[in-house]
């Protein structure tokens, strides 16, 4: 069979067609989703600033009386209970006291009202606790303590620690 010749510029568009990509198909695709997720946890925190009574002197005649902050900070819709504990002299709810160091004890009691009728503590021994429900600010409370009048002690620096507990 006797080879045919092809024209050089019929060469060149048939070179040049086959460098040319095809023409592009349409574009698949495939989806999927994910979820976000998060807990939220139930949390309380807690703050307190010391009660001071100051100088306190026995002859006044009249009781002593001073009030401090409890802020608790609580999620939004969680309840909570705030306690105070009997001290670290005499861990004793109903009886507290401070103390110089040197066995000589000044009685005070803590309060939830500042008319002092209801003594603040664990919930034993006719006190009560406090209860509240979180919202996500810092929500105020107030102990109020009371030094009764005529505790005739030696003259000296007085004190106690209380421990707060938030059960939530």
């Known amino acids: 069979m006797p080879l045919r010749r092809i024209s ?3 060469c060149c568009l048939i070179a040049l067609l086959s460098l040319c990509p095809a023409a ?10 994910f979820q976000v997720k998060a807990t939220v946890l139930a949390s309380c925190q807690v703050s307190a600033a ?8 026995p002859t006044a005649g009249s009781d002593s ?19 105070l504990d009997g001290g670290s002299v005499m861990h ?10 040197n066995s000589h004890n000044l009685s005070y009691g803590l309060y939830t009202t500042a008319g002092f009728t209801t003594a603040w503590g664990d919930g034993t021994a006719s006190t009560a606790t406090v209860s509240g429900t979180g919202n ?3 929500q105020a409370l107030t102990v109020y ?6 505790q005739y002690v030696p003259a000296a620096s007085y004190a106690d620690q209380i421990t707060v507990t938030v059960t939530y």
Not at 145 to 150: H, K, V
Request: a negative charge; glycine letters at 8%; one cysteine or more.
């Open 24 to 33: 592009p198909s349409a574009a698949s695709q495939i989806t999927t989703t």
């Open 136 to 138: 996500g600010a810092a």
């Open 8 to 10: 050089f510029s019929r």
């Open 65 to 83: 009386a001073a009030n401090t902050p409890i802020d608790v900070t609580c999620t939004n819709g969680t309840a909570y209970t705030v306690a």
């Open 145 to 150: 303590g009371r030094l009764p009048a005529s």
């Open 50 to 57: 010391d009660l001071d009574f100051g100088n306190y002197t």
């Open 92 to 101: 004793d709810v109903s009886a507290r006291a401070m103390s110089d160091g």
